[in-house]
Nanobody, 121 residues
Framework: QVQLVESGGGLVQPGGSLRLSCVAS????????MAWYRQAPGKQRELVAS???????VYADSVKGRFTISRDNAKNTVYLQMTSLNPGDTAVYSC???????????????WGQGTQVTVSS
């Protein structure tokens, strides 16, 4: 089993910055793609950014130029650096990791519980 734990959320003023972290732990054999999603109240969950093991990234148009996704493969951790935050970025941010464990050879997508980001003055 793999557990993902997010941290770094909170309340920030418009124009501010936050850095989210997501750490994967457990009986991990390997991790492939990792990503951040977000869901605002009354809205569908949307992909914010994803990153492959090799570092290739994809961003939602709404965050391009403001958010940066990165990862530390040795620490099984993915980060989301968020700058120039605005109220439209308010949401619960969740991460996922596509992982193989020592018991299950197939790739399974594991999700974290999410961390709240609120942008408000």
């Amino acid at each position: 089993q793999v557990q993902l734990v997010e941290s770094g959320g909170g309340l920030v003023q418009p124009g501010g910055s936050l850095r989210l972290s997501c750490v994967a732990s457990g009986s991990i054999f390997s991790i492939g793609a990792m990503a951040w999603y977000r869901q605002a109240p009354g809205k569908q969950r949307e992909l914010v950014a994803s990153i492959t093991t090799g570092g290739s990234t994809v961003y939602a148009d709404s965050v391009k130029g403001r958010f940066t996704i990165s990862r530390d493969n040795a620490k099984n951790t993915v980060y989301l650096q968020m700058t120039s935050l605005n109220p439209g970025d308010t949401a619960v941010y969740s991460c996922y990791a596509d992982a193989r464990t020592h018991r299950v050879a197939s790739v399974v997508r594991y999700w974290g519980q999410g961390t709240q980001v609120t942008v408000s003055s």
